[in-house]
């Protein structure tokens, strides 16, 4: 018996269909008022669900997700990691805030190799996103590496700035790069040289995911180590004449820009110099990442590939070692659901679009790459559109949806799991018509599900990662302002049961997250949940 062993779950008799997880990104249960995109879409599925007994309402922010406080918002990063490990780890942004509050970040081998490198004349880089999103960077965390470097006497910084407008207001870049400009001429003052050299919107610039579109990330090499791309004295000078040129541009799209003096851009990355990639979340960050780590390297023309000591916030892909080098461990995330079934010989599959492909594999089985074991597991892609997804709010929905009814009436998998992208990624454009579409086309979709899940006589689980499409915008003195970001709304979580044996009752347990959903499909599946586990939401009839 091997440590991953399930049990089952005595007075449970199998039934015939699959259970479905429907992971509906980015649906949160926000207020019933005309900001809630989830609330004034057409969703006669969704309301028929909401009445459900066994439904339940999730905590995806914060603590319950292994943020550092409840102010946090929940991200798919976190969301699924707590859905696919069946407990909660302490994350990026907590365990880098714990690491600098410690010092430990600055006694390991990689800072120290980076100081030297900085004391051999070489530069040293930081490339990362300038926000207090709290997603994938903190500013704070940059400014405690900044001030750490003048402390240690490093004589030249450069900051490869990329924009947010995500994570936070759509168009509040100058919020953050106005201090940032001040701070590093505060430490150039005392006759050190530390600027901002490039940057641009993260949608656009260096933070592609998944291989969706390795153009934004040539683009950011372009910007950041060949110092090639439009010109500007100074970064808030470029974000100004963004906004004056196209009134409509907004933070995440802002193309990406050099800082020069006189033509002269004044931070390449050159031989010799260190770079750190200070963002601690991996899916946008691993692209990049390859791009300084590999010799054999195809996805785009470097051009110049500087030898320079590269180091990650993290450790990304916990698989594939990517990068090499980093200053703080990552949470060790160990015996997911994905794990047990595996030792259970429980057959899956797994689903989405291109954006959120990673979600339900990499994320889901904490921050792994690759399959825990092939010969059970199927993942399955389809391409997503290369487009901003206000303009076709359906996404591949469809197409998704399409798969998951054939592998629900092949009979070849007892657990299927799927990620529609829609709510998250048209409420991250905060375009209000396209929002309704993205979360109807949801509902859509979701009824067809649940109508294959019936025929097979199988049991669903429909949740979500956190909100997004539930807050469309924020409104102050009559003015609303655009709500691009993800929510602290909780999601729901309901369980649809066509096996016809109705066994289940919610167990109560107080205050659930989603790390008790894992222990939940155990049941689901008839295995009892390792103890390890978060409770589960369900328990057998009395
Ligand atoms: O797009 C992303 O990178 C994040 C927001 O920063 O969204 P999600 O966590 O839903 O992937
Ligand atoms: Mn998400
Ligand atoms: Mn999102």
């Known amino acids: 018996m091997t440590e991953l062993t399930l049990q089952p779950l005595s007075g449970y008799s199998a039934f015939p269909g699959p259970v479905v997880a429907v992971i509906m990104d980015g649906i949160g249960l926000g207020p019933a008022d005309d900001s809630n995109g989830v609330h004034v879409a057409y969703t006669p599925t969704l309301d028929r669900l909401f009445q459900d007994k066994l439904m339940f309402r999730l905590k995806a922010h914060g603590k319950a997700v292994g943020l550092p406080g409840d102010g946090d918002m929940g991200n798919s990063e976190v969301g699924h990691n707590s859905l696919g490990a069946g407990r909660v780890f302490a994350q990026g942004a907590k365990l880098v805030n714990e690491a600098i509050a410690g010092g430990t970040i600055f006694t390991g081998r990689t800072w120290k190799e980076v100081m030297a490198r900085g004391g051999q004349g070489g530069t040293v880089h930081f490339i990362g996103m300038v926000s207090d999103g709290n997603v994938h960077s903190h500013i704070e965390q940059l400014y405690a590496l900044l001030d750490r470097c003048a402390a240690e006497k490093v004589k030249r910084v450069r900051v490869h700035a990329l924009i947010d407008g995500r994570d936070v207001g759509e168009k509040s870049a100058l919020d953050y790069i106005v201090p940032l400009e001040q701070r590093l001429a505060a430490i150039s003052g005392s006759g050190l040289d530390y600027r901002i050299a490039s940057g641009g919107g993260r949608m656009v610039t260096t933070m592609d995911r998944y291989n969706a579109n390795w153009q934004v990330v040539e683009n950011g090499w372009k910007a950041h180590v060949l110092g090639e791309g439009r010109q500007f004295t100074a970064a808030s000078e470029a974000v100004a004449a963004y906004y004056a040129e196209d009134p409509a541009m907004t933070d995440q799209y802002m193309a990406s820009f050099v800082i020069a003096d006189g033509g002269t851009p004044v931070g390449t990355i050159n031989d010799g110099d260190a770079v750190i ?28 590939r500087p030898d320079v000591l590269y180091a990650g916030m993290m450790q990304y892909d916990g698989d594939a070692l990517i990068p090499k080098q980093y200053l703080v461990e990552p949470p060790a995330i160990d015996r997911t659901l994905g794990e047990y079934l595996c030792a259970a010989g429980v057959t899956s599959y797994a689903i989405s679009e291109t954006q959120k492909f990673g979600h339900v594999t990499y994320f889901w ?71 309704r579409i993205a979360v109807e086309t949801v509902d859509l979709c979701l009824g067809r599900i649940l109508a294959a899940v019936g025929k097979a006589g199988g049991i669903a689980l429909v949740t979500a990662d956190h909100g997004n499409a539930d807050c469309m915008w924020t409104e102050k003195k009559g003015k609303r302002t655009p709500m691009v970001a993800h929510t602290l709304n909780p999601v729901p979580c309901i369980i649809v049961d066509y096996s016809g044996s109705n066994a289940f009752v919610a167990s109560g347990c107080a205050d659930p997250g989603l790390s008790n959903v894992a222990a939940t499909v155990c049941n689901l599946l008839g295995y009892q949940a390792p103890e390890i586990y978060d409770p589960s939401l369900v328990r057998l009839q009395p």
């Open 277 to 304: 990639l200070f963002n601690f979340r991996g899916d946008r960050a691993i692209e990049i990442s390859r791009a300084f780590e590999e010799d054999v390297f195809t996805e785009f023309e470097r051009v110049r």
């Open 365 to 435: 089985n904490g921050n792994k790459s690759g399959y825990i074991d092939k010969k059970l597991e199927t993942y399955d892609e389809v391409p997503s559109d290369r487009i901003t997804f206000d303009l076709r709010p359906w996404m591949k929905a469809a197409e998704i949806t399409d798969r998951v009814i054939e592998a629900v009436a092949g009979g070849g998998y007892k657990f299927i799991r799927l990620n529609l992208a829609n709510g998250d990624m048209v409420g991250h454009t905060g375009i209000e018509p396209a929002v």
